[in-house]
């Protein structure tokens, strides 16, 4: 079976990546823009599969890109499945703050993820597609997420990348209790029985 891509880009699903083992390191599946020299690589590296979606079977259409050995999938082009609407083959809109930064922290905890303090200069090599190694980001995750999010929870590019550690989290939280206490105390009316 041969791939019917053709050399623009095209929308697909990321699937994971194949190990040496041909086991599949895999996160959910997300839409990606195919970028067109992938696309090219890929379409003669392509194999059928079935899998189920809610009630139904689809015939899918797999891809494997052999110079970095992730996989992408999309619908066959002759199945029902095609126009299925929960392929959602079109442009997602934006993550919301929350998840994307649970994204984004799973992928700088990665074993495989370069060490780095230089956390923006990080994230742009990321989102510049100079991390072939590493998953290739989701549509639905903004390149500039200091832009995206702002006052939608966004603080920093170290907060965006790192997850806090366990004493940074209690005092979080002991800052959270200290400050409503001191907001209810403020709010607080004596009365004096009317005297």
């Not at 079109?90 to 700088?108: G, M």
């Not at 550690?165 to 403020?186: H, I, M, V, Y």
């Amino acid at each position: 079976m041969t791939g019917r891509f053709t050399a623009k880009a095209e929308l697909v699903w990321y699937v994971g990546k194949q190990n040496d083992d041909n086991s599949l390191d895999a996160l959910a599946p997300y839409l990606y823009a195919l970028p067109p020299p992938a696309a090219k690589r890929c379409r003669y590296a392509a194999h059928l599969a079935s899998i189920t979606i809610g009630d139904r079977a689809l015939t899918v259409v797999y891809y494997v890109d052999p110079k970095d050995r992730h996989i992408y999938a999309q619908p066959h082009p002759d199945s029902d499945g095609f126009r299925y609407a929960n392929w959602g083959l079109a442009r997602p809109a934006q993550r919301d703050f929350e998840d994307a930064r649970t994204f984004a922290r799973a992928l700088f905890r990665r074993p495989d993820a370069e060490a780095s303090t230089q956390y923006e200069r990080w994230w742009n090599r990321y989102a510049a597609g100079e991390m072939p190694h590493l998953p290739p980001q989701p549509l639905d995750i903004p390149s500039d997420p200091a832009r995206a999010y702002q006052g939608a929870g966004w603080k920093s590019f170290e907060d965006w990348l790192v997850v806090p550690k366990k004493k940074d989290r209690e005092k979080q939280k002991a800052s959270k209790k200290k400050k409503a206490r001191a907001a209810t105390a403020g709010r607080v009316v004596s009365h004096d029985g009317g005297t």
